[in-house]
């Protein structure tokens, strides 16, 4: 009960923020506060609108938890207004993961979960170098396998500088373990899955296509999503619960 009533009331305070930022002259006011604090005044002249109104949607931002005001050292009469601490962070919030492993998934196992998998280890190993955490390793697995990785996966992983191992696509069955996180990376293995993965990715089919162009949208969509997943994932270590 403790927990949906905390929920609800995150809910409402977002929500009153967003309603807030859905004004064009308070999101331009949020936008201008971003960069610099500044006094009503200030802020008047780069909105241009009159002193009433723009005391309106000062109180408005105010209301919603976005904004506070606090009065000048030097003189006493002017109050600068400056974005309230994290105000902006949990618009869209992030869905927390702990995992020991990912494990990427898509029909053959040919492209997509295998450039996923790819990027994850590339990510990891990169943070692990920069700030001496223990990487989350990756997998990848088919749920019909092919014969070998799509010429074009191993095409756009050379041109963007990832090694692609050169390995025979594997079965799920072969592959995936009871605490992995499951993330697939294309529709006909979400909907075969029927709900055991924990993360979807609608990603189109580079070989179809068969282009260069195609296998390069495929991988600049799963670079983008995996630097989304990333921050969200918290490790494991080995013979601890998952």
């Not at 070998?148 to 079965?171: E, F, Q, S």
């Not at 990376?185 to 580079?206: F, M």
Request: glycine share 6%; with cysteine.
């Amino acid at each position: 009960m403790i927990e949906a009533m905390n929920f609800s009331s995150s809910l409402a305070a977002r929500a009153a923020r967003h309603a807030a930022l859905a004004d064009p002259i308070r999101l331009r006011i949020v936008d201008l506060l971003t960069a610099s604090d500044a006094t009503p005044g200030e802020l008047r002249e780069q909105v241009g609108i009159t002193s009433n109104l723009m005391a309106h949607h000062l109180r408005q931002l105010e209301a919603a938890g976005l904004t506070t005001k606090r009065r000048s050292d030097a003189d006493r009469r002017r109050s600068y207004v400056t974005l309230a601490p994290g105000s902006l962070e949990d618009l869209v919030p992030a869905p927390r993961f702990a995992a020991r492993r990912v494990a990427f998934v898509c029909t053959g196992n040919s492209a997509r979960s295998q450039l996923a998998a790819a990027l994850w280890n590339e990510a990891q190993l990169n943070e692990s170098h920069r700030s001496g955490t223990v990487p989350v390793p990756a997998a990848s697995a088919g749920t019909h396998p092919a014969d070998r990785i799509a010429p074009g996966a191993v095409a756009t992983a050379n041109r963007h500088g990832l090694n692609l191992p050169d390995v025979l696509p594997r079965h799920v069955g072969e592959v995936l373990a009871p605490d992995d996180l499951i993330v697939t990376v294309c529709d006909s293995a979400h909907e075969e899955l029927d709900g055991a993965d924990a993360i979807h990715w609608s990603v189109a089919n580079p070989s179809v296509d068969g282009s260069d162009a195609a296998f390069d949208l495929a991988f600049d969509v799963l670079a983008e999503r995996i630097a989304r997943l990333t921050p969200t994932l918290t490790p494991v270590p080995e013979g601890s619960p998952a």
